[in-house]
């Protein structure tokens, strides 16, 4: 089995990756990192969890220590933009992890908050800014921030920039880049908007691809429990009396839901925060890193607010909600098995959302078990299942969405 050591990175990089106790390479860090070191453009397939966050940045920090040029002041060497802010604050502390020994400075710009500590830590000159696409054009257009300069190109998450409306923001970013440059994009799906883009980017790319889905749910141990929609409170209630489950994240579809399922539990004495989009970018952080230490038991979150977080040690994924993308699930579970380790995912299921489980069973290729003994165990949600089925479309066949489901996609 190949070793980081065998990998040829700098070994200021290999002290770092010794502390943390990495010592063998993810199957994406194993085929992207030597690509990357002899100067090939890259396209990654590989979802959050596969360890791609590494599979870039050592890399790059090793191509920065070894060109040993002088940073100059809001003209960074390298951009990494990535949809959300959580993403782009984890990147940033990888970095700054695998990087602890380098000289190199790397700094973090995103939308929601004040923009002087950022343009400060610009100005001072640094190798790598990894950006969420709208604050960078926002800093670039205030003249805050060059772009003219970046050798290394990293796309995080094209297709979940897609899905968070960022395609136009992309478009402009490029052609403020030097049109050669080292290009690295990665996706977890490719869809053929995604495709084009990629296209577009990418010289000559090398594709590196990992399939995490199916091992990565391979991992999980999954159950569904049928029940009716009001009695959702009270089995997650329920399922929480055992202590065994001891870092939870909870999904769910709308905001107002994550705040009311925290009133709930919080009632129930159960330690819970909510992160979605109305909340302020200080309390998200402060939730996921209250969390993260263990000092609040449950987290839930809506989809777009959990992107990207990377948390370790969580025990159980419960979808209290259940959302209409069988890929979203893929995520959702994702959360609970990081880097091979085990874990445990509970959905529940109404019978409005029977269709839901169909699609994920097809997408996944695997029937969940079902929990019938449970207090709150409905029949009627069961027996939907049937009907629906035949029905099903497969995944990339969307219908268009009518105006009230688009209004509840822009509420979550
Ligand atoms: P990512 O897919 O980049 O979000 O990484 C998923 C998780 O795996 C993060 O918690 C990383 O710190 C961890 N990780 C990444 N690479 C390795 C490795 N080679 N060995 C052990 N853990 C790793």
Do not use: W
């Not at 890399?59 to 100059?72: A, F, G, M, T, Y």
């Not at 009311?260 to 919080?266: C, G, I, N, S």
């Amino acid at each position: 089995m190949i070793k980081f050591k065998d990998l040829k990175i700098d070994k200021l990089i290999l002290d770092a990756l010794i502390e943390l106790g990495y010592e063998t390479p993810t199957p994406i860090q194993e085929q992207a990192i030597p690509l990357v070191l002899e100067g090939h453009d890259l396209l990654g397939i590989a979802q959050t969890g596969t360890g791609k966050t590494a599979a870039f940045c050592l890399p790059i920090l090793h191509i920065l220590n070894q060109r040993k040029l002088k940073p100059s002041p809001k003209s960074p060497r390298v951009l990494v933009l990535t949809p959300t802010r959580e993403l782009a604050i984890q990147i940033h502390d990888n970095l700054k992890t695998y990087g602890k020994y380098l000289p190199q400075k790397y700094a973090v710009i995103f939308g929601g908050v004040g923009q002087h500590k950022q343009v400060q830590s610009l100005g001072q000159g640094v190798e790598v800014l990894v950006a969420t696409p709208g604050r960078l054009l926002d800093l670039s257009q205030q003249r805050l921030l060059k772009l003219d300069k970046v050798e290394i190109f990293v796309l995080d998450e094209a297709d979940r920039m897609l899905d968070m409306g960022f395609m136009n923001d992309i478009k402009k970013i490029i052609p403020m880049l030097p049109s050669k440059r080292h290009n690295l994009f990665f996706s977890a799906t490719m869809p053929s908007v995604i495709q084009a883009l990629a296209n577009k980017i990418l010289e000559c790319p090398k594709k590196v691809e990992v399939t995490p889905p199916a091992t990565t749910v391979a991992l999980i141990h999954q159950e569904v429990m049928y029940v009716d929609k009001l009695e959702k409170p009270a089995l997650l209630e329920h399922l929480l009396k055992d202590k065994a489950l001891k870092k939870v994240l909870v999904f769910v579809g709308m905001k107002h839901v994550a705040n009311r399922v925290v009133e709930k539990l919080e009632k129930c004495g159960i330690s819970s925060a909510a992160i979605h989009g109305n909340k302020a970018q200080g309390a998200r952080q402060r939730a996921i890193e209250n969390f993260a230490q263990g000092k609040v038991r449950v987290l839930v979150a809506t989809d777009i607010a959990s992107r990207g977080i990377d948390i370790d040690g969580i025990t159980h994924v419960i979808n209290y909600d259940l959302g209409n993308l069988a890929e979203a699930y893929v995520h959702r579970i994702g959360r609970t098995a990081r880097a091979g380790s085990e874990g445990a995912a509970i959905t529940f299921v109404t019978s409005e959302e029977k269709i839901n489980l169909v699609n994920v069973e097809r997408t996944t290729k695997q029937k969940i078990k079902v929990i019938v003994n449970q207090p709150f165990h409905s029949v009627t949600a069961e027996k939907a299942a049937a009907v629906a089925a035949p029905k099903v479309r497969s995944r990339g066949g969307r219908r268009p969405q009518s105006k009230k489901r688009q209004k509840r996609r822009l509420d979550r």
